[in-house]
């Protein structure tokens, strides 16, 4: 489904039914290269089953015979909502060329208020529940700060209050990755030919970005040294690990722009939830909701310490839950029954 917020296009997908009340809206928000399609089975436009299928539908975690769940792909994404690959005029006559380079630079803060637009016309006035992880958890942070008497419940997985020094530094070799392919042409690329566009570029930045969202020990455990099946290393081959991180690659050069990829990654730059509002403390002192962080043992994007600063910072009005995995921050993702356990706990508080 879409909606049109003046000039900007929304791609949103729902599951459940909503309330005579409407008092049953749960938001479920996205991370960097996820997208709308959070439950739901392979379909044209996603090569594979919703990101959070495991925990979305009846008598799941998530359930829907209870909850009206709504998921929207971001403002700056590639798939239905505006981002840089979009029209960056519909009228007649007008320009029509992709945004391309010309996209603006924009903050959590705007995919918020783009969310907010969403909800108004959809007429919910609060949210039973706003959820998200990693980038969906800066997204929820700020909905609960910029909006606090329509967020009810907040559960805010692998995230933390602001942007790393690492976390940039990490998004500043990844862009550089795709700026550097011939074929980004400076980001206007969009052509007749959907392979001339710079697919070498994001599948390095890719690689670059997915060895932050596993942890040492669990590629040692998996990997370990071992060569790719049927080749040998020693004579040109690789090693299983190189050939992991090739399909991760690949993947995503399937079904992602790079564009959004760099105006999503640097949007996670400026996520500071403290920045004109006198800090983090004075931010955070705003929030309504009953909330709960989520920690992954094993995150080295987002590591635990970050979570605890956001506990110290809310002042005891938060639950912090952690999970316990070898999959480091991508656990928000793989392990559903212990996410879905918290999640569902969440849900059922108060």
Same mark, same amino acid.
């Given at each position: 489904?879409?909606?049109?917020? $003046?000039?900007?296009?929304? %791609?949103? @997908?729902?599951?459940?039914?909503?309330? *005579?009340?409407?008092?049953?809206?749960?938001?479920?928000?996205?991370?960097?290269?996820?997208?709308?399609? %959070? %439950?739901?089975?392979?379909?044209?436009?996603?090569?594979?089953?919703?990101?959070?299928? *495991?925990?979305?539908?009846?008598?799941? %975690?998530?359930?829907?015979?209870?909850?009206?769940?709504?998921?929207?792909?971001?403002?700056?994404?590639?798939?239905?909502?505006?981002?840089?690959?979009?029209?960056?005029?519909?009228?007649?006559?007008?320009?029509?060329?992709?945004?391309?380079?010309?996209?603006?630079?924009?903050?959590?803060?705007?995919?918020?208020?783009? @969310?907010?637009?969403?909800? @108004?016309?959809? $007429?919910?006035?609060?949210?039973?529940?706003?959820?998200?992880?990693?980038?969906?958890?800066?997204?929820?942070?700020?909905?609960?700060?910029?909006?606090?008497?329509?967020?009810?419940?907040?559960?805010?997985?692998?995230?933390?209050?602001?942007?790393?020094?690492?976390?940039?530094?990490?998004?500043?070799?990844?862009?550089?990755?795709?700026?550097?392919?011939?074929?980004?042409?400076?980001?206007?690329?969009?052509?007749?030919?959907?392979?001339?566009?710079?697919?070498?570029?994001?599948?390095?930045?890719?690689?670059?970005?997915?060895?932050?969202?596993?942890?040492?020990?669990?590629?040692?455990?998996?990997?370990?040294?071992?060569?790719?099946?049927?080749?040998?290393?020693?004579? $040109?081959?690789?090693?299983?690990?190189?050939?992991?991180?090739?399909?991760?690659?690949?993947?995503?050069?399937?079904?992602?722009? *790079?564009?959004?990829?760099?105006?999503?990654?640097?949007?996670?730059?400026?996520?500071?939830?403290?920045?004109?509002?006198?800090?983090?403390?004075?931010?955070?002192?705003?929030?309504?909701?009953?909330?709960?962080?989520?920690?992954?043992?094993?995150?080295?994007?987002?590591?635990?310490?970050?979570?605890?600063?956001?506990?110290?910072?809310?002042?005891?009005?938060?639950?912090?839950?952690?999970?316990?995995?070898?999959?480091?921050?991508?656990?928000?993702?793989?392990? *559903?029954?212990?996410?879905?356990?918290?999640?569902?706990?969440?849900?059922?508080?108060?």
């Amino acid at each position: 489904m879409g909606a049109s917020i $003046g000039p900007i296009t929304v %791609a949103y @997908e729902t599951w459940g039914k909503r309330s *005579a009340s409407g008092d049953n809206a749960v938001l479920v928000l996205h991370a960097l290269t996820g997208d709308s399609h %959070a %439950a739901g089975p392979v379909e044209p436009g996603h090569l594979a089953p919703g990101w959070w299928d *495991a925990l979305i539908g009846p008598g799941k %975690a998530i359930d829907t015979d209870r909850w009206w769940v709504v998921c929207p792909n971001t403002l700056g994404g590639c798939q239905g909502t505006t981002g840089p690959a979009s029209p960056s005029s519909a009228g007649p006559g007008e320009n029509s060329a992709p945004w391309g380079s010309r996209f603006p630079r924009i903050t959590v803060r705007d995919q918020v208020a783009v @969310e907010r637009a969403l909800a @108004e016309t959809l $007429g919910i006035d609060r949210w039973a529940a706003v959820i998200g992880g990693s980038m969906g958890g800066m997204r929820a942070l700020e909905w609960a700060v910029m909006y606090p008497a329509m967020v009810e419940r907040l559960v805010v997985l692998a995230c933390g209050a602001a942007a790393s020094a690492e976390q940039i530094a990490l998004c500043a070799a990844q862009a550089h990755a795709i700026r550097l392919d011939p074929r980004f042409r400076g980001g206007d690329y969009y052509g007749a030919d959907p392979g001339d566009g710079p697919h070498v570029g994001l599948g390095l930045a890719r690689r670059i970005g997915h060895l932050s969202y596993r942890s040492e020990t669990e590629l040692e455990a998996r990997f370990g040294r071992q060569p790719q099946l049927g080749e040998d290393p020693l004579t $040109g081959g690789r090693y299983a690990i190189e050939s992991y991180l090739d399909h991760q690659a690949d993947k995503l050069v399937r079904r992602f722009d *790079a564009n959004s990829y760099l105006v999503l990654s640097r949007t996670m730059d400026h996520h500071d939830i403290g920045r004109g509002r006198g800090g983090l403390a004075a931010a955070l002192d705003r929030v309504q909701a009953t909330s709960t962080i989520v920690t992954i043992d094993s995150d080295r994007l987002y590591p635990p310490r970050l979570q605890e600063e956001l506990m110290a910072l809310l002042g005891g009005r938060a639950h912090r839950h952690v999970v316990t995995s070898p999959f480091g921050h991508d656990a928000f993702l793989l392990e *559903a029954t212990q996410v879905g356990r918290v999640i569902s706990g969440a849900l059922n508080a108060g």
